[in-house]
């Protein structure tokens, strides 16, 4: 299902009609040193990579009814963003995942994106959390604000704690950021 905002329409990676271009657009994003200049060892190396990523991105909406979203603004593909179903330390939780353009940063978008898909997993009745290296300032924040919290006891490893959202039905709408 096509989520819209104000700004963005969220496209499902699944239902994405140009395929090529929803690889070149992954390709772009996360093979740009800039989109993970707090992990240079995550940036992608080779094109198989975005396809194995769409790949794996569209079997999640096919197999779980839920995923991530290619986010477009003005026509383009800026970002991608959402929740995936995911298993931390034997927990079914939902995995919230953001990365944007860098000139598509600091703008809003990503905050206005993960919302949208936020809410409208907030049906589904499951923890969120998102996994962030602590270098990335910019994650971080936007984390804080959507209404995640910090949770020690459940990170991954040094480089990927982990944030949860308590409150399935987004913190974010019921305070009103």
Known sequence: MILSTERLSLIPVNEFRDV????DALWEIHSDTRTYSHRPDLVMKQRSEAIQLRDQWTEDWQQKGRGYYAVSYQ????????VRHYILAGDAVLNT?????PGA????LAY???KAALDASAQL????IAIISPDNLPSVTL?????F???????????DQVYVLQNPQNEATANQL
Request: with cysteine; aromatic share 10%; charged share 35%.
């Open 97 to 101: 995942y953001y990365r944007f353009r």
């Open 143 to 147: 984390a804080r604000r959507l209404g």
């Open 75 to 82: 026509g383009e593909i800026v970002g991608f963003a959402g």
């Open 125 to 128: 009745g499951k923890e969120c």
């Open 149 to 159: 919290r910090r949770s020690p006891d459940r990170d991954v490893s040094p480089e």
């Open 20 to 23: 090529n271009a929803l690889t």
């Open 112 to 114: 206005e994106a993960v």
């Open 105 to 108: 940063q600091g703008k809003g």
